[in-house]
């Protein structure tokens, strides 16, 4: 298991400075930001996936996932934090 | 980044609008090497055995839903059927022995342990007879230890003495827990054909070919099933049949990665994924609810057989392809007490046990968590039991009964147990007398399919 990449997913009603909170929190706990792709969906639905490098963070995973379920309570998103793994398996052969 | 996000997200949907899950991650250990002619050592070792292999399995599986974000429900274990272990032959031995699996569990937080069992297609020994007459005690007595009895194969046929005792068992076993439904019923499961690395309960044991020690992986995901089903609205059945494929793949994948990982990380080796749909009193998690997304008005219609041999067969090949261990029982389950879909089918009467008997034909078990009333014979329940070994034996599958004989209700009443055994309404049986077609006893021979050499 490539134990270093996580997909962080924001779903959520959109509006403005989503990307800059997420990416801010990230980037205080050191976490390095590999590839983003966000869109609106259906008018007023914000979608966001990042695949993320946690080697150099200052956090260990289970705590980075809590705080980023706060971050999301905080602005009433869900934000959900996994190894890339699961989407590999699914969705690869 | 080379998943896209679309596909991120339909993960992100299956499982927090679809209830996908991990339905069980069960460890399979054999407990040959815990024989003795004490039984009070028997039990020592048994606990000691299981504390030792298992006593991390809840933690690991804990640790793996954090990284994946896959809810894992439940941790399980299955043992060697206990009637090879203990050597004694009388029945309180083994009722001793239930609860030394009992304590066994609750120390390592299982909810579930399987293999109070015994292999009797052909015939008893003296274990065989005192593990049955405990079931009923040893059911009632404890919490989360879970018996099968085995009482037919395609390859020594039925026996029909065991038949009708396990009617008699499932009458005991009701009333010796009349106060809370006769919940003991829903822990006991007579098969014919039982496979060695099922993980779903009541009826998993770890079969005498299995390893030392095994983890094997239950995964569900009717409400994913469900929900592509009623987008495929207006395309044709083989369409529907490719797209149920594809989500079998994808939920079969998720499975693999979860035992190899679990596997992985306890050193123990990785047994089988069993792609089982498994339905939950959840709303929307209902199996019948997929027959019905695919238009019929209500699971017990003409044509619930046929749609429900589609899904079970397009589960099975998207699971084969999506990996190469698939075993257990893989398929569809159709337990009543456990589906809204089957309960609101149920109550209104057009879910008829005769309908529920041919969609077992089809699928991968049998009569699954029924309630019947109170007052139904032994001798009717072992003849149902017969029909659906027969159905088993002569087609080549397993097949079981989950009956449960609620004391004091009747047809229209209902019974709730609670938790994911769900709730049911007690459905109809035939009046009719079976009695001297059971009395006859003996063996059914095993069919001309039986012989393969």
Redesign the interface.
């Known amino acids: 298991?490539s134990d270093s990449r996580v997909?962080v997913?924001v779903?959520g009603p959109d509006r403005v400075g989503i990307v800059a909170d997420v990416a801010g929190l990230l980037s205080k706990q050191n976490v390095n930001i590999?590839?983003i792709?966000q869109?609106v969906m259906g008018g007023n639905i914000f979608?966001?996936?990042m695949?993320t490098d946690i080697t150099t963070a200052v956090i260990d995973?289970?705590n980075l996932?809590k705080l980023l379920e706060e971050k999301g309570k905080e602005l009433g998103l869900?934000i959900?934090?996994?190894?890339?793994?699961?989407?590999?398996?699914?969705?690869?052969i | 980044?080379?998943?896209?996000?679309e596909?991120?997200?339909?993960?992100?949907e299956m499982i927090?609008h679809e209830s996908l899950d991990v339905r069980t991650v069960t460890m399979g250990i054999s407990l040959l090497d815990c024989s003795h002619s004490d039984v009070k050592i028997v039990g020592e070792r048994v606990i000691a055995k299981i504390e030792r292999l298992a006593g991390k399995l809840r933690e690991t599986a804990k640790g793996i839903e954090?990284?994946?974000?896959?809810p894992i429900v439940n941790t399980r274990i299955a043992i060697t059927p206990i009637s090879l272990v203990v050597a004694g032959g009388h029945k309180d031995d083994f009722i001793y022995i239930a609860t030394c699996l009992d304590e066994a569990a609750k120390r390592v937080g299982v909810n579930f342990i399987g293999g109070f069992s015994s292999l009797v297609q052909k015939g008893f020994t003296a274990q065989d007879l005192a593990l049955i007459e405990a079931i009923p005690e040893a059911l009632a007595k404890t919490e989360r230890v879970c018996s099968s009895v085995n009482i037919a194969s395609t390859r020594a046929g039925i026996n029909m003495d065991a038949v009708k005792k396990m009617g008699q068992v499932i009458k005991k076993a009701a009333e010796l827990t009349a106060d809370k439904g006769g919940l003991a019923c829903a822990k006991l499961v007579v098969f014919a054909n039982a496979v060695d690395d099922n993980p779903f309960m009541a009826g998993a044991f770890h079969g005498v070919g299995e390893p030392e020690c095994v983890v094997n992986v239950g995964v569900s995901g009717p409400g994913v099933v469900r929900a592509a089903v009623k987008e495929a609205k207006g395309k044709d059945l083989g369409e529907v049949a490719e797209i149920i494929k594809k989500v079998g793949f994808?939920i079969t994948?998720?499975g693999?990665?979860v035992g190899r990982?679990i596997s992985r990380r306890l050193n123990v080796e990785f047994g089988i994924l069993d792609v089982s749909l498994a339905p939950t009193p959840a709303e929307g998690d209902s199996v019948a609810e997929i027959l019905e997304a695919m238009g019929l008005e209500r699971v017990g219609a003409p044509g619930t057989t046929a749609a429900l041999a589609l899904l079970n067969d397009a589960m099975k090949k998207g699971g084969a392809f999506a990996s190469s261990y698939v075993g257990g029982l893989s398929g569809a389950f159709i337990p009543v007490s456990e589906d809204q879909g089957m309960i609101r089918a149920a109550r209104e009467g057009v879910l008829s046990i005769e309908k529920l008997e041919a969609m077992t034909a089809v699928c991968s078990v049998g009569l699954d968590m029924i309630a019947i009333p109170g007052d139904t014979s032994a001798e009717t329940i072992s003849a149902i039991i017969a029909d659906e070994a027969a159905i088993g034996v002569i087609n080549n599958k397993t097949t079981a009964v989950r009956i449960i004989p609620v004391p004091g209700k009747k047809v229209g009443d209902m019974v709730y147990f609670g938790g994911l055994l769900g709730e049911a309404p007690i459905i109809p049986v035939s009046k009719l007398s079976s009695k001297e077609f059971i009395d006859r006893g003996g063996r059914i021979p095993a069919p001309i399919q039986g012989m393969k050499n």
């Open positions: 298991m997909v997913t779903i590999l590839d792709n869109k979608a966001m996936t695949l995973f289970g996932k869900k959900h934090a996994q190894h890339e793994d699961i989407f590999k398996y699914m969705h690869r | 980044m080379n998943i896209s996000p596909e991120i997200l339909e993960t992100i927090e954090l990284d994946y974000g896959i994808k994948r998720m693999e990665l990982e």
